[in-house]
């Protein structure tokens, strides 16, 4: 794979998605297509683009690089995130239906008070500002080592050319024009995978029957894992709560999913949406882990040394780049930049959006569409963009992977305390004292972490992903011991 070939696939690859942005905004351009695109998406489009949101250049190549060591045990975690898909779809769905969000942090101050919607907006705005600028750093690093390394481009032009080009196709339709693009991306995405798996398994001699054997009987196909509750990560019952919570948290109280779904034009469709989706992503991170299962058996039988590899999240694209021909090469990349790009491109349409509708109140605004507010939202498009380059070319600076792990994983510390929130809210009839809330939010990630630092010592046990259950239950408690009831509080 030579870095002209590679770039070639890139800038092709763009100019196809800047076309699908020209014609899906051409005709409309104003807030209302950007935010919610009219609230007219088709239910089944949506459905099918999530999984490119969903699914993120971090997945692409970390669960078949996670294979080695942990088996098929994410896959208990990938049913827990379909346990609370169910509830985003049957709980918190018809709740902003009902109130006709455009963010669904505006829910907060309704129920709670303007220090608590303020501090849910700024948990999104940094959690997702983080996450999405980790997952472009990660894909970046490919792309930087692969095609513009041997040429001498600096590490941050290439950022600098990834969020350009982003910019390109989603600052005029938004979401209206993003609901085709993602489409389109998880098309590349379900092609490279599905692709993968043919061309890995032809390189190994193996039939379609043939390799569902070799997967299966492999040594890496185990996926419910009961024993060691108390010091192992993947026992079932850890991984199944804590991808339930985490999806309950980071897909029904993230600006970015949500706002897909609020785009639809009534709640059923939204639902519908929302449980097809949930059907396509078991199936998705199957063929994932099937690819993860399937590289180790190629790199067992071609004498690749995966200890060699800097991080198992390297075999893929060592593999994929390095040992296959051209088409297999080219088929990754295909998919790893529809996910990574998928994922950035909503991520910077829901940072957008939330902070035009939570902070300069858009909302209230007597014309959402007057052009300055237009002209304004330009600009803060604009200004997200240079912060992820910012936040990017810090991770860069650090150069540590532990580090960056660390700091991705602080990010998921957030999510606890929106947890709390939202389930405060919904759940009691309690007001809060709302001046305490961000201190509040604060508190609680901050015990989550000593008890997270200190839990083998003090009680023998293991976190796992069920860490934002407790960060939530910590929030929540927080909240009512603080909390007091009022004559005319009312539950949404």
């Known amino acids: 794979m030579t870095p002209s070939i590679l770039l070639s696939f890139l800038l092709g690859y763009f100019t196809l998605l800047i076309g699908v942005a020209y014609f899906t905004s051409r005709n ?7 935010f919610i695109a009219n609230r007219n998406s088709k239910w089944y489009l949506v459905a099918f683009g999530m999984i490119g949101t969903a699914l993120s250049g971090v997945t692409f190549i970390s669960v078949p690089g996670a294979v080695g060591k942990s088996e098929f045990a994410y ?3 990938v049913l827990g995130s379909a346990a609370g898909f169910i509830v985003v779809a049957t709980v918190l769905l018809p709740l902003y239906y009902r109130m ?30 983080i996450g999405s600028s980790f997952r472009l750093y990660l894909v970046a690093i490919v792309l930087q080592k692969f095609i513009f390394d041997p040429w001498n481009v600096p590490f941050w032009l290439t950022i600098v050319l990834c969020l350009v080009l982003i910019w390109i196709y989603t600052h005029k339709g938004g979401l209206k024009t993003i609901i085709i693009t993602d489409t389109l991306q998880t098309v590349f995405l379900l092609l490279s995978v599905v692709l993968s798996i043919v061309f890995i398994a032809k390189s190994l001699n193996l039939d379609l029957a043939g390799t569902f054997e070799a997967v299966k009987n492999s040594s890496y196909s185990k996926i419910f894992f009961w024993e060691d509750f108390m010091t192992s990560k993947s026992h079932f019952l850890k991984q199944f709560l804590g991808g339930a919570f985490v999806t309950i948290a980071m897909v029904g109280l993230d600006q970015d999913l949500m706002q897909k779904n609020l785009s639809m034009k009534n709640i059923g469709e939204a639902q519908k949406n929302m449980f097809t989706f949930t059907g396509v992503f078991i199936v998705m991170n199957i063929f994932f882990l099937s690819v993860g299962a399937l590289l180790y058996l190629y790199a067992a039988k071609n004498g690749i040394v995966v200890a060699d590899l800097k991080t198992p999240d390297h075999l893929y694209p060592e593999i994929a780049l390095n040992h296959l021909n051209i ?17 950035t491109d909503s991520a910077l349409t829901a940072l957008t959006t939330s902070f035009c509708m939570d902070f300069l109140h858009f909302d209230k605004k007597e014309n959402q569409n007057d052009p300055k507010l237009v002209t304004q939202r330009h600009w803060v498009h604009i200004g997200f963009s240079f912060v ?13 992977d532990s580090v960056v792990n660390s700091i991705f994983t602080v990010a998921g510390y957030t999510y606890g305390p929106l947890l709390g929130l939202f389930a405060f809210g919904m759940l009691t009839k309690k007001a809060v004292e709302d001046k305490l ?3 509040l939010c604060i508190a609680s990630p901050v015990l989550c972490l000593i008890i997270n630092t200190h839990s083998v010592k003090w009680f023998g046990y293991t976190m796992g992903f069920e860490l934002i259950l407790l960060n939530g239950l910590i929030t929540f408690l927080l909240l009512w011991v603080t909390g007091k009831y009022t004559e005319d509080q009312t539950k949404f």
Do not use: C, W
């Open 437 to 439: 809330v961000p201190y």
């Open 28 to 34: 409309a351009s104003d807030n209302a297509s950007f």
């Open 100 to 129: 006709n969000l455009i963010s669904i942090y505006t829910y907060l101050e309704k129920r709670l008070g303007t220090y608590s919607y303020k501090t849910g907006a700024v948990i999104f705005l940094i959690s997702r500002t």
């Open 388 to 400: 992820m380059i910012a936040v990017i070319l810090i991770f860069k600076a650090i150069n540590d």
């Open 75 to 77: 896959f208990q975690f």
């Open 327 to 343: 088409i297999p090469g080219i088929i990754f990349m295909l998919g790893l930049t529809a996910a990574t790009f998928a994922t």
